[in-house]
């Protein structure tokens, strides 16, 4: 029986390593595909990314000279990206000069490319399109729990069974005899994936110097569905465990690799071409030209707003504000922030991971699991639950669950028959009425949106958490008599991908329910006097109130008044005033980027966001993070004066509470880290729809109920953002510009911090994202080799 040997071995566990997982739909939270090649630089994965799936970190030349000729790369911008790329002469040189690269050749392919005739003897479509075809409807239909009536049959194993159905191929798009020949060779295809990778590796003998990049190609051929392997291997190791389902992918291709190998070794054979084409991989490079414009767009924003923050001095004065108020770091509350300001003199603002510091499992009276509501990056330490409160029937719950799933259109008339077009009828018709919390929660009914979630920690536990919370949001002087505890969810019918325009902190859930519990311990007087005993006390007329920043229409809801003492309630009218105030404010700015005309009437705009959100056929209820270009750690003070223009994740940091630089660190290891996966996706999506995109959002149909989507009935699992989420019909919505990470904190102080996190330091210095100390006069740059550089 042939073995794998050990360079084998370590190609295989390189190509599986190199995969990064996706979030299934009901936890669609924004991760970089490129995540597992963080180990290489930044240009090095160019060259990567191009050799084994013909995919690139870069827009298309063409996008960047209209953005030179717009004048959104400047001159000086070009002039330095050409100096870190090492041109050796003046930018019009530069710019007249020709590609030393051809940008055009092709990657290196799998084998199975080579197979010059049609996998059929009427049709056009070629081998690799049928592999990938065949292997995505088995992958939907092995994975699938939640929307098929029926189930393959599991005992097996996920590679088992797959070779079970290739020895009675009757599904396969293929001649007569062509499909006689696979199913004679299926038979002799070894029983187990491991014997299966030893087996293949054997017959088709891959060089060990290209071994693992043509792994790596194969399971880029059905890149989706890998991700999806990876993504169960994730949760996996969260939960102490593993999967082995990546692994088994790669054996079933790998053995339709074998099953289309016809044999021939000679010269003219499709296995000689294709060794060698291989055997020319390090002539394969990213095109150079292009790299450079993607860097010089990048300083093009980065010098301006660094140097910005250099000159604005975070200066306070020392009087007690008036209201507080706490933000998720998103990029779509800093407009928020900044009507708020305006709009409220004596107002505050900070910034805060939207889960607010609580690493909760949420569960629904009669659900049979708790859902992690929490960054990916973590799992949940404890649970909280909604007290029961005459919870509707079993059968009742599941029809609810039902019509609010991705396939609650014509998958439910389906179901149900045309009795149900008119209730259909009905919910097509824009409202534009205040959302309610069930619409934004598929996990919350009328009956159990309202008590306060409970949670089953003691007294000193919560009293710990709060302690170390209250600063790290920026809260250490006297507080308010109004402190916001804000989160933020938004409303998006029809719409399978409506979690990714959801809090990723919360694992692609509205934050309400955090923000409600955190109040709720704020609020109560044995935590309070608790805090009071560990020095951190509360005044006893601050009161916290929870409240959601529904970022589809920019209104502020005020959640749980009714719990308050009629004092308190006597107070609300005058501060939601000023809310109302805040958010009209956003909507007429915000209004002329969703196609709506800024001069009509708050009630109007306000009336139309909202439809927007409830309209069944809307592809854009709003642009989610699209744009998105800096994080910024610094006091707000430091940026209040600055229009960021809704491209920022502000987080609270005031270095001089942080002497142990302990809170430095968890600021680069978490919310740094969380703001760079969503840079990298909705960078990624831009800058290669084909392979991290979900293309047309009109194609979608929901696979495995909430696994993800096809775009039409075949084809990949596909993954990233659809082409609605960051282009408008005529133009993108998201500039790709590698995240600019911008700390206000003394650079000694920030070397250190950043030494003794190394992943952050991986990122930065691998070229992921870009690091500036904003503490001086001038910015600094932290720089591949290490160390600190003016920029």
Not at 482 to 511: F, K, R
């Amino acid at each position: 029986m042939t073995e794998l040997n050990a360079p084998w071995r370590q190609a295989i566990d390189n190509a599986l390593s190199a995969i990064a997982p996706a979030w299934p739909l009901d936890s669609l939270v924004a991760s970089s595909p490129y995540w597992e090649l963080r180990e290489q630089p930044f240009h090095a994965a160019a060259d990567t990314l191009r050799q084994v799936a013909d995919s690139r970190l870069h827009l298309p030349v063409s996008e960047y000279l209209d953005a030179w000729r717009r004048g959104d790369i400047t001159p000086e911008a070009l002039a330095e990206a050409l100096k870190e790329a090492g041109w050796p002469g003046s930018t019009q040189a530069w710019l007249e000069s020709a590609s030393d690269v051809d940008a055009s050749r092709p990657a290196p392919l799998p084998l199975t490319a080579y197979h010059a005739e049609p996998a059929g003897p009427m049709s056009a479509q070629s081998w690799t399109n049928v592999v990938i075809q065949q292997i995505s409807q088995y992958c939907a239909a092995w994975f699938d729990r939640d929307q098929a009536n029926w189930h393959l049959d599991h005992e097996r194993g996920f590679y088992a069974a797959w070779l079970e159905q290739m020895r009675h191929p009757y599904g396969l798009t293929a001649s007569p005899q062509r499909r006689e020949r696979i199913q004679r060779l299926a038979a002799r295809l070894p029983d187990e994936a491991e014997t299966m990778l030893a087996a293949g590796l054997a017959q088709l003998q891959p060089a060990q110097s290209w071994a693992t990049p043509w792994l790596q190609s194969l399971l880029m051929r059905n890149n989706g569905w890998a991700a999806w392997c990876a993504y169960l291997a994730w949760q996996a190791r969260l939960n102490g465990q593993s999967d082995g389902h990546l692994r088994q992918l790669l054996a079933i291709q790998l053995a339709w690799e074998c099953l289309l190998d016809d044999g021939r070794r000679d010269p003219d054979s499709a296995w000689s071409a294709w060794w060698r084409d291989w055997e020319r991989l390090g002539h394969c490079r990213a095109d150079p030209r292009a790299l450079v414009w993607q860097r010089a767009h990048e300083l093009s924003l980065h010098g301006p707003l660094t140097r910005a923050l250099c000159r604005e001095r975070a200066t306070e004065d020392g009087s007690r504000p008036i209201v507080q108020a706490v933000f998720c770091i998103d990029v779509r509350s800093e407009p928020m922030r900044r009507a708020l300001e305006e709009s409220l003199p004596g107002c505050r603002t900070y910034g805060f991971a939207g889960f607010f510091g609580l690493p909760l499992a949420y569960r629904v009276p009669g659900a049979e699991a708790a859902q992690p509501r929490l960054p990916v990056l973590l799992g949940p330490a404890w649970a909280a639950t909604t007290p029961a409160v005459s919870a509707p029937p079993r059968s009742r719950r599941w029809w609810q669950a039902f019509q609010r799933s991705p396939l609650s259109g014509f998958a439910l008339v389906e179901s149900v028959g045309l009795g149900k077009l008119a209730s259909l009828a009905r919910r097509s018709r824009p409202r534009g009425c205040q959302t309610a919390l069930p619409q934004l929660d598929p996990w919350l009914t009328p009956q159990s949106a309202v008590p306060i979630p409970q949670d089953t920690l003691g007294l000193e536990q919560r009293a710990e958490i709060a302690s170390a919370l209250l600063p790290a949001m920026g809260l250490n002087g006297e507080l308010a008599p109004w402190v916001l505890l804000t989160g933020h969810a938004s409303h998006a019918s029809n719409n399978p991908q409506a979690a990714a325009l959801q809090c990723g902190a919360c694992g692609g859930h509205g934050g309400h329910q955090h923000v409600r519990l955190l109040a709720s311990w704020l609020n109560d007087p044995a935590l309070r006097g608790r805090l009071a005993a560990m020095g951190r006390p509360i005044p006893q007329d601050t009161v916290f109130l929870p409240a959601l920043h529904l970022t589809h229409s920019d209104e502020i809801l005020l959640l749980d008044t009714d719990t308050f003492s009629q004092t308190t309630r006597a107070g609300l009218p005058a501060l939601q005033s000023a809310l109302q105030a805040a958010s009209a404010l956003v909507r007429r700015r915000r209004a002329p980027s969703v196609g709506l005309d800024a001069g009509l009437s708050d009630a109007i705009l306000l009336k139309k966001m909202r439809q927007k959100g409830d309209d069944w056929a809307e592809t854009r209820p709003e642009w989610g993070l699209a744009n998105n270009a800096l994080f910024i750690a610094a006091r707000r003070a430091k940026t209040r004066q600055l229009d960021l223009a809704g491209r920022a994740f502000l987080h609270e940091y005031d270095w001089r509470a942080d002497p142990d630089g302990k809170g430095l660190e968890t600021i680069l290891a978490a919310p740094m880290v969380v703001a760079h996966w969503i840079n990298m996706q909705y960078f990624a999506s831009t800058v290669d729809p084909r392979r991290f995109g979900s293309g047309n959002k009109l194609l979608h149909n929901v696979v495995g109920g909430r696994i993800g989507v096809f775009e039409g009935n075949s084809g990949d699992l596909r993954i990233g953002l659809s082409w609605q989420s960051v282009h408008d019909g005529h133009c993108l919505r998201h500039a790709p510009v590698r995240l600019a990470a911008c700390i206000d904190a003394p650079p000694d102080r920030l070397a250190a911090a950043l030494a003794r996190q190394p992943l952050p330091r991986q990122l930065v210095e691998n070229g992921w994202l870009h690091l500036y100390c904003v503490h001086g006069d001038t910015p600094l740059r932290w720089h591949a080799g290490g160390g600190w550089r003016h920029d």
